[in-house]
């Protein structure tokens, strides 16, 4: 029994190595893959008990089109990160939370959400006046299309997934994890660069949107990056930076109700 305490002990000593990085990340997508098609399987039985024939138009039509079915499987997503970011994070940690979530302030987590807010209000509304100018053009994706709602049921649940479940996970790795690799490996700069390059890439704006408005949109990911490590610098607590996050997202999501 010592030696399984010394072990484990030694093990959760705060100390994140790259392997575990990697795990974290893909298993985390790879869970949420997983978690997303048993959400499917059981929306769309839930969906031929009521009449619905499942041939294939019928579903590439309902994924691309049907906002709760969306929704369902991008919490699924970001269950499966979550998960395996604690998973990892507890492996490591003797407290694999609240070793992240510190503490902070009530007036940095305000100012925090403010920033991340009024970030976010920029950049939308320049995006629509690039757009207009046509100095950028971004096709509209059915992706885009299906993270925007419509009445008030559909904006409480964007809000909980878009603006609470993503926030936490992308969060937790990458202002967690990766972030805390990063600058015991090199600095905190280097953290706060790499973190914010990555974080940008990985949501796959050129992909989605090819030609300079994807670029652009990388570049205010990039941007966004940077504040949100800067608040976990600061301030050693993701809650600062979900506070960020969670209101950048918010206000993504509100703005295009009044910008129609």
């Known amino acids: 029994m010592a030696m399984d305490a010394n072990s484990a002990s030694s093990r959760r000593d705060g100390t994140v190595h790259s392997f575990d990085l990697v795990i974290a990340f893909f298993g985390g997508n790879a869970a949420g893959a997983v978690l997303g098609l048993v959400a499917l399987v059981a929306v769309l039985c839930i969906a031929m008990a009521q009449g619905f ?25 970001e269950i499966g990160l979550i998960g395996m970011v604690y998973l990892v994070a507890r492996w490591r940690f003797e407290r694999p939370v609240a070793h992240f979530f510190a503490p902070a302030s009530f007036v940095s987590v305000l100012l925090a959400a ?3 807010a009024v970030l976010s209000a920029v950049m939308n509304i320049g995006n629509n006046v690039m757009q207009a100018a046509n100095w950028i053009d971004v096709h509209e994706t059915s992706v885009d299309r299906l993270m925007v709602p419509h009445g008030p049921q559909q904006y409480a649940v964007a ?34 660069l790499v973190t914010s390059i990555v974080f940008a890439l990985v949501h796959g704006q050129p992909m989605m949107h090819p030609g300079l408005g994807g670029w652009v949109m990388t570049a205010e990911l990039f941007a966004a990056g940077l504040l949100l490590a800067f608040w976990v610098a600061r301030t050693g607590s993701l809650r600062t930076s979900f ?5 950048f997202n918010a206000v993504a999501l509100a703005l295009p109700l009044f910008l129609q």
């Open 243 to 247: 506070a960020a996050h969670a209101a």
């Open 114 to 116: 403010l920033s991340g």
């Open 159 to 192: 809000l909980a997934v878009i603006a609470g479940m993503a926030p936490f996970a992308e969060e937790y790795f990458f202002r967690g994890l990766f972030f805390t690799w990063l600058r015991k490996r090199w600095s905190v700069w280097i953290g706060i």
């Open 53 to 77: 024939r499942p041939t294939p138009e019928a579903i590439t039509l309902a994924l691309n089109s049907n906002f709760a079915v969306f929704q369902i499987m991008l919490a699924a997503g």
